[in-house]
């Protein structure tokens, strides 16, 4: 979708700060499409995503940090429970790698011939066609949007559970994982009526600054832990079944990690143009994969090396002393899904706010009042009924993630800009395709499988 064309004065509720990154974008012209342009350009001006272009790189940083070191970052050692520690450094190395140059090619598309790709399914329509487009991108990105949505909410509810364990004192009252995922989507209720993205800058600082702070504790509370007597790092505790789904699930885990690539082009279209979005949106980006480098390989390496292949699927709870230390990372945990909760929802108020005012309905604050608490609600309930963290984190992140972050991206790419074949970008972009499809379904198996088997022995609404 084109940006909409810029107004010679400001529109009701908007100061120039706000209409200022709209600056330079083509007006309509005198032959008939005037109106049509007109019309897409109060659309847009309405929508979470495109209403409000004043953010900066640091903004585009910290969204970006938010997205990516989501928590995910504590799945990671007991992935590489299963992956050894060969296969595991080798899969964290390439997976940064991968998706650092992925989301480099999301980002470089962004702006191209001459139009502004605000949303990564308008990307996908462009690459192939509205109703192709709309398929191949539309349902994993749904997956991830929705999947984050979840396993966030039931990641907040854990921490807070955990908290109130390690805080409480003999009698305690029983208060139970549902429960406090009621709490913390009560939290999100309030944060849900936020109207866009740049509206959620304070929030994405916070949250990034809480992802670090737990990252770090969890990397230092498992070196001053040390190793678990006779810690094994291998698989001679699993059956061959269970050590190959094991595997096959442990990708989807450190594929669910990068999931930022879902909200990159949400995220770059806040940033002003002209004069071009690309170069601060890579600074931005470049500064958040430093810190995700420090998280995940830290975190990783740590927390394997303690506690070898009894890894819990949260570090944290493997871990569990001092009391203190570890209270206060599960608080900062919370603290940090809720604002990640909210980066990866705003899309998805964006598409249903866009079909609402594309339909004639207002758009008014008890509107977004009413389907954006109906959403949190959803979420709650779905995150209740199946609260499996890791086993959510493999299927989300093979289902999900891994199409959108490591193989489409590379696909749209071949298909928008048609490298040569005598280019490196084309070379890589093939086989990124298709090693990431083969990860994609044997990960999607996995966390399958592990999910059916937490379900079987798993007491609901507790």
Same mark, same amino acid.
């Given at each position: 979708?084109? $940006? ?47 209403? $409000? ?22 799945? #990671? ?20 790698? +991968? ?26 329509? @462009?690459?192939? %066609? ?29 921490? #807070? ?15 139970? #994982? ?37 990252? &770090? ?12 007597? $006779? ?104 603290? @940090? ?14 598409? +249903? ?11 008014? %604050? ?15 309930? +779905? ?21 959108? &972050? ?7 790419? #071949? ?27 044997? %990960?999607? +198996? ?17």
């Amino acid at each position: 979708m084109d $940006d909409p064309p810029s107004r010679e004065c400001e529109l009701p509720g908007k100061g120039s700060a706000a209409t200022a990154g709209l600056t330079g974008d083509a007006k309509p012209q005198a032959n008939g499409l005037g109106s049509d342009l007109n019309s897409r350009y109060d659309v847009e001006y309405k929508l979470p995503i495109t209403g $409000d272009r004043t953010a900066t790189w640091k903004s585009s940083a910290f969204h970006n940090v938010t997205a990516m070191v989501g928590a995910g970052v504590l799945g #990671l050692p007991s992935a590489m429970a299963y992956l050894g520690w060969p296969g595991g450094i080798i899969v964290l190395i390439l997976s940064w790698i +991968i998706s650092l140059y992925t989301l480099w090619q999301l980002c470089v598309m962004h702006e191209h011939d001459g139009k502004r790709f605000n949303r990564y399914h308008e990307l996908a329509q @462009h690459a192939f %066609g509205k109703t192709m487009g709309n398929w191949i991108l539309l349902p994993p990105q749904l997956i991830v949007l929705i999947g984050l949505g979840i396993t966030y909410t039931v990641t907040g509810g854990q921490s #807070l559970h955990a908290a109130w364990q390690l805080l409480c004192t003999e009698p305690c009252r029983p208060f139970g #994982l549902s429960a406090w995922i009621v709490v913390f989507s009560s939290a999100q209720l309030f944060l849900s009526q936020c109207p866009n993205f740049n509206a959620l800058t304070m929030v994405s600082l916070c949250a990034a600054i809480m992802s670090i702070t737990y990252s &770090t504790i969890a990397f230092g509370a498992s070196v001053a832990h040390g190793r678990v007597p $006779d810690v094994q790092y291998n698989l001679d505790g699993f059956t061959l079944a269970n050590g190959l789904f094991g595997v096959w699930n442990a990708l989807g885990t450190v594929a669910f990690a990068y999931g930022g690539h879902n909200v990159v082009l949400e995220i770059q279209a806040t940033l002003p143009s002209p004069p071009e979005t690309l170069r601060p949106m890579m600074k931005g980006v470049y500064v958040a994969y430093a810190l995700v480098a420090w998280c995940y390989f830290t975190v990783s390496v740590a927390g394997y090396w303690a506690f070898g292949n009894t890894v819990q699927g949260n570090i944290l709870l493997s871990i569990g002393s001092p009391k203190g230390l570890i209270v206060a990372a599960d608080i900062f945990v919370v603290i @940090h899904v809720l604002g990640s909760y909210q980066v990866y929802t705003m899309p998805v108020f964006d598409m +249903i706010e866009h079909s609402l005012v594309k339909h004639g309905i207002r758009n008014d %604050g008890l509107v977004r009042l009413a389907y954006r608490s109906a959403y949190v609600v959803i979420i709650a309930f +779905i995150a209740c009924t199946i609260p499996f963290f890791r086993d959510l984190m493999g299927f989300i992140g093979a289902l999900g993630t891994g199409p959108t &972050t490591f193989w489409i991206p590379p696909l749209i790419y #071949l298909v928008v800009k048609k490298p040569s074949m005598r280019s490196g970008h084309f070379w890589a972009s093939w086989v990124i395709l298709i090693l990431c499809v083969i990860v994609t379904v044997l %990960g999607s +198996i996995g966390a399958l499988r592990g999910i059916i088997t937490a379900a079987s022995s798993f007491h609901f609404y507790e």
